[in-house]
């Protein structure tokens, strides 16, 4: 056990709050850390919405750098923040538990905009199409930064609310009182999840991380980007998409959708399966809503985003 193993991250507080978690499990299994702090393109551009700036992998780049080149060995991600396709070489090593999936409307204490006119701000195309399915007379600007950023721009603003992850807010205590949770909107794919990935190559790291993994939410998360993938191939789009596992009856239950980015186009499927059938659940369901009208939906996506 006398090899360290130097686990990188991002520099913001939910970043190394995660880092710090898979540290923790790893000193428990009695393996020597350490962790190494790392700034992503994604953490300082802050003036253009992520979709401009080739979102794939903008939060994850410098971190495979690092990873490739030798200055770190493991690397702790958002789950939604990792493209499906890894780089050449590097492998996901482990899914940690899953926490909260659920989005949340922090407001300012006061909700009638939402039976008129509002602002809510977000930078993801994702939560503005739900919103904007939901409340088609709301406006939805741009808001961009790590958790701690974007609630101080809630603040100096004159919008009625943003949507956050409840999961990022809970782990570093930023949830305030005046939230409601968005049951009806349907998560990013692998939402809530934190993932861990090292070298093809490196069997001690893999070693020590395939004991971190959780199998339930491995499944889970697999099935949800699954069917991201095979919806977008490699674009942005404003998709959902959430699995949970029925112990009871031995259940996959999966929703997924695909919105236009004005949300005024909605294509979705929910459906309960066999666990038997979980492997090819997210390409299955894909394809549903391709044949569905998708197919169109996303290049009409795709030529949107090119202007």
């Avoid at 702090?37 to 979709?51: C, E, F, M, N, Q």
């Avoid at 991201?228 to 596992?245: F, N, V, W």
């Amino acid at each position: 056990m006398t090899k360290k193993i130097r686990i990188g991250t991002r520099d913001s507080e939910l970043a190394l709050w995660q880092a710090h978690t898979v540290q923790h499990q790893l000193q428990q299994l009695g393996y020597s850390t350490e962790i190494v702090a790392v700034k992503s393109t994604g953490d300082i551009i802050l003036d253009k919405p992520l979709y401009e700036l080739g979102i794939t992998g903008i939060f994850t780049k410098t971190l495979d750098a690092a990873m490739i080149s030798g200055k770190i060995d493991i690397a702790v991600h958002s789950m939604k923040d990792v493209p499906t396709t890894l780089p050449q070489g590097i492998v996901q090593a482990a899914v940690l538990e899953r926490a909260n999936t659920v989005d949340i409307l922090v407001h300012k204490g006061n909700l009638d905009f939402l039976n008129g006119n509002g602002t809510i701000a977000t930078g993801s195309l994702r939560r503005q199409a739900q919103w904007l399915n939901k409340y088609p007379n709301h406006t939805v600007v741009d808001l961009r930064g790590n958790v701690n950023t974007r609630m101080q721009k809630l603040q100096e603003n004159d919008w009625n609310g943003a949507v956050f992850a409840a999961a990022g807010l809970e782990r570093i205590n930023l949830k305030p009182e005046t939230y409601i949770d968005l049951d009806w909107m349907i998560p990013a794919p692998a939402q809530g999840a934190m993932v861990v990935v090292a070298m093809e190559h490196d069997e001690f790291a893999l070693d020590a991380l395939s004991q971190l993994n959780h199998i339930e939410t491995e499944i889970c998360t697999y099935i949800e980007r699954q069917f991201l993938r095979t919806l977008e191939g490699g674009c942005t789009a404003p998709i959902g998409a959430l699995a949970k596992y029925d112990e009871a009856n031995d259940t996959i239950h999966f929703q997924g959708v695909l919105f236009s980015i004005d949300g005024q186009q909605k294509i979705e499927i929910d459906k309960t399966v066999d666990i038997s059938e979980w492997k090819k659940l997210g390409f299955h369901s894909a394809q549903e809503i391709l044949n569905n009208g998708g197919n169109e939906l996303m290049a009409d996506i795709k030529s949107k985003l090119k202007k």
